[in-house]
């Protein structure tokens, strides 16, 4: 049976089409599937600590209920994608732990600080920039659960970009200090931001099977490009520049040419050590174990429930 099976897997992806949780898939499939979307939600959960690092401080009453609507968009997100890695087998309980104990990967930008209030500004533009460029070909993913999760995704995070550069727009509206610290908060988060792609299409072990797969619909590099493309006359009118030296229109190529950032860096970033990574885990951790009497109770008034009414 199983390769009839295999070939009828290879038909549905060939035409892509999408594969359904009760379908047949290779365990390789699944596996990678696995990997991707515990990564994905992984990162929706880490990355709302450095965002949240600013709900206490944020400069008005508005600016504290657009951050704090934005930061709980993520954890919604989060929850979409764990629910999407549910059906390929695996627990929400068993991919916490899975981060916890460091065995699982969540997106190396997060492990960069948020040094000023400016930092959310800077991560709705570029981060939640460079979140799109990334998840609006992962709408047409293979895996059904996945690609659904996105559209939703997609939808909030482009408001979220939005009103990131909406932020900075308004500071640059402000004194010469407001507009250096834009300035500054750019330089520091232009690499990480291009990093979020991945390694290099060459460095890049997944990408080949991941695409004959229909899981990824672009190379690593296709999309650092595309982000590139989009950002550039973005940064020109809010009148803010690159920290790129490199940084110019190919006219033959008809896109921007741009330097590599320092991956060595990306390595260390994604091995653990990056400026937050021990803290980013240590707060997730925390929050895991002061949670789990709400899990038991939960649980327990569940089975309480099910037992009917004798007790
Ligand atoms: N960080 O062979 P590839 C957000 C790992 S957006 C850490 O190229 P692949 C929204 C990779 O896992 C961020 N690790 O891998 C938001 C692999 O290691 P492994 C989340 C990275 O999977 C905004 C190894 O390097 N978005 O959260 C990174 O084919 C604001 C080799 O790499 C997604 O997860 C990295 N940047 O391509 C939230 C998008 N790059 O697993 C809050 C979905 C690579 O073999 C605030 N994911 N690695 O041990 C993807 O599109 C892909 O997984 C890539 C990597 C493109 C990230």
Redesign the pocket.
Known sequence: AEPQLEAEFEAIVGHKDRIEPRDWMPDAYRK?LI???A??????I???Q??GNWIGRAPSLRRKAILLA??QD?AG?GLYLYSAAETLGISRDELTELLISGK???????NYPTLSYTDVGT??WL??G??IC??VP?CRTSFGPYGRAMIR?CKE?SF?QRQGYELLMTMMRGTEEQRAMVQESVNRFWWPAL?????P?D?????AQ?MAWG??THT?DE?RQKFVDMSVPQAEALGVTFPDQELRWNEERGHYDFGQPDWDE??S??KGDGPCNAQRLAHRKRAWDDGAWVREAALAFAAKEAGGTEE
């Open positions: 990678t990997r991707q979307v990564q994905h939600a992984h990162s929706e880490i990355g709302m450095p965002e934005k930061v993520e997100h699982q990967k969540y997106s190396s930008i997060f991560i709705g981060v939640d460079a979140a990334n998840q992962l995704i995070e979220h990093m979020m792609f991945g390694p299409d460095a890049s072990p997944n990408t991941s899981i990824k690593n999309l990306f390595w970033v994604v």
